[in-house]
């Protein structure tokens, strides 16, 4: 009877054990999977990649920065302690090696215009309003000097973060809207190009992008310097109160949709 007692005791002691030992064993997780998680923890976070992989595409992007203090107010409360929307350091500028090493990851070779224009502006005491006119010739010099299949000008929107955010599987990213000036002969082609990334970027991520915006007529810039180049496209980069991460998980999503819109030329 004790035999038989010490037996059950311990069958039922197994039973109990036997869902716990089996968590503690180490999971095995397919090769496939563990480099789909790699990989999009790369794309996502490549801002925290120390050196770029070398170019292996023969396309070339150009980057800038024509209203370079442009700020987001979560960052520069998180790192100043202090609401702004405008920052000597802490703004939009910033971003631009996050998305330099983006496109890398995709082997295109991204530029960025060495030049803050808002820092010679303010030391020649040019107006805000004349920066499309006072970073022209810059950008006129590095299109002769090199060719690019697209220039970005990245900004930051003035609107508010219900107007600029979207969610899509439990993930909030900064919407963008790209902008056309239309008052130059040939602002069809730009425009063809923003329709592309936005197709790209919506295949991807529903609701990322805001409606393309055209621009002309009295009390706007009318060109935004596009008439420089056919993939030129001024891209409004969320708005005021969109957070780092947001802003770190479209940035992803503008290269993949730009590399991607290369493969389909």
Do not use: C
């Not at 405008?86 to 295109?108: P, V």
């Amino acid at each position: 009877m004790k035999k038989t007692l010490k037996i059950w005791t311990l069958a039922v002691l197994i039973l109990f054990l036997f869902p716990i030992l089996l968590q503690l064993l180490p999971a095995k997780e397919s090769d496939s999977s563990s480099v789909m998680l790699k990989q999009k923890a790369y794309i996502v976070y490549a801002s925290n990649v120390l050196e770029a992989p070398k170019p292996t595409s023969d396309k070339k992007v150009l980057l800038h920065f024509t209203h370079s203090e442009e700020a987001y107010e979560p960052i520069t409360l998180a790192t100043g302690g202090k609401v702004a929307v405008s920052h000597k350091t802490e703004n939009i500028s910033k971003l631009g090696e996050k998305l330099q090493l983006q496109f890398a990851a995709y082997g295109i070779e991204t530029d960025i215009l060495p030049v803050d224009i808002q820092k010679i502006m303010a030391k020649k005491g040019i107006p805000y309003h004349r920066s499309y006119k006072a970073i022209r010739p810059y950008l006129q010099q590095t299109l002769a000097d090199k060719t690019y299949d697209i220039v970005l000008d990245i900004h930051r929107d003035s609107l508010t973060a219900d107007r600029t955010t979207v969610t899509v599987d439990g993930e909030r990213y900064a919407k963008v809207a790209f902008v056309i000036g239309k008052e130059h002969k040939n602002y069809t082609k730009n425009y063809d190009v923003a329709k592309g990334l936005t197709k790209q970027m919506e295949a991807r991520v529903p609701g990322i992008t805001r409606n393309i915006i055209v621009k002309g007529g009295a009390g706007v810039d009318g060109k935004y310097n596009q008439d420089l180049h056919p993939g030129f496209v001024l891209v409004e980069l969320g708005g005021i109160g969109n957070n780092e991460e947001e802003l770190n998980r479209t940035i992803a999503v503008i290269a993949e949709a730009a590399a991607s819109s290369f493969t389909e030329e």
